[in-house]
């Protein structure tokens, strides 16, 4: 990278943890490849050995299932949504160490509870396959991601109440096109203005810190190239922060398949609920 574009990027702190060359060859070459490898395998070694028949599970299939695709246009959209959710998270990430042992729990772990699911609450005879839970781990992740990164670089004073903020605003925008009763519909608004007031100083915090950047001419002598990737960084990040009407639909039935909600749902819960409990045991140590 160029050393003035990576100096103006790194105003925005971003890329700040000092990845290694092995971290983006395995992140953004190794795992793609592996998953377009897995699916141009032959159908007879994939329904032996890889794909997930929730009837007949195997071992090696509870966690293979969860690394192959149905067809060329699940593989890309897993593909690249997975690279997007990733070029995001290795811009706001602040602990690396942290990341590694998350992506490693959402790699070895999740595979496993994703297609135990399946298996037994579905009661589906279709077989089950998709990298879409992991992707979905990753997604709630970087909501992680973005509070950590506010948190050293913005307002240190920012608490989990941000997080609260943004999860509420997805089960609003979730359950906003679902057949809900109105009192579910009435508690998470409720809930979700609650954590919004509770993070109104962050919020000013934020208008302060976009009057002063835009005021002080920054915006104005910052060269294009830089300014245009932090808008892209920025616009990318607000999308899939509330990412989670992607993954649960209000049409799970479509002309590829049948789209997992339950894999995509644990997934997200796995990404929240492990990173919780991760940043607490690091606090123990």
């Given at each position: ?35 377009l ?9 994939k329904?032996?050995?890889l ?12 966690f ?22 990733m070029?995001?998270?290795?811009n ?50 970087l ?68 009057h002063s ?7 104005r ?16 990040l ?18 590829t ?29």
């Amino acid at each position: 990278m160029d050393i003035s574009l990576k100096e103006g990027i790194n105003k925005f702190h971003f890329l700040s943890v000092g990845w290694k060359d092995t971290d983006i060859f395995l992140l953004f070459l190794f795992i793609p490849s592996l998953l377009l490898m897995l699916f141009i395998l032959p159908d007879y070694l994939k329904f032996d050995h890889l794909i997930l028949f929730p009837s007949d599970p195997k071992i090696e299939t509870l966690f293979l299932s969860n690394y192959v695709h149905s067809s060329y246009s699940h593989l890309m959209g897993n593909v690249i949504s997975y690279l997007v959710i990733m070029f995001l998270i290795i811009n706001f990430e602040t602990d690396r160490r942290f990341f590694i042992i998350s992506f490693l729990l959402f790699s070895f772990i999740l595979p496993f509870i994703v297609s135990f699911s399946m298996v037994y609450f579905t009661g589906l005879l279709l077989p089950v396959q998709g990298y879409s839970g992991i992707v979905s781990a990753l997604v709630a992740y970087l909501m992680f991601v973005f509070y950590r990164y506010c948190k050293k670089y913005y307002y240190p004073q920012v608490g989990h109440e941000f997080v609260y903020f943004l999860i509420f605003l997805n089960l609003f925008l979730v359950i906003f096109h679902l057949h809900v009763s109105i009192y579910m519909y009435l508690s998470i608004s409720v809930l979700l203005l609650i954590t919004a007031y509770l993070n109104r100083s962050f919020f000013d915090q934020v208008s302060l810190k976009l009057h002063s950047f835009f005021g002080s001419g920054l915006g104005r002598s910052s060269s294009k190239l830089i300014m245009f990737y932090s808008l892209i960084v920025y616009l990318l990040l607000i999308y899939f922060l509330v990412g989670l009407p992607l993954l649960i639909p209000e049409e799970v039935v479509r002309e590829t398949g049948i789209i997992n909600s339950l894999g995509h749902y644990i997934g997200y819960v796995f990404g929240l609920l492990s990173t919780l409990m991760l940043e607490q045991v690091n606090k123990i140590i």
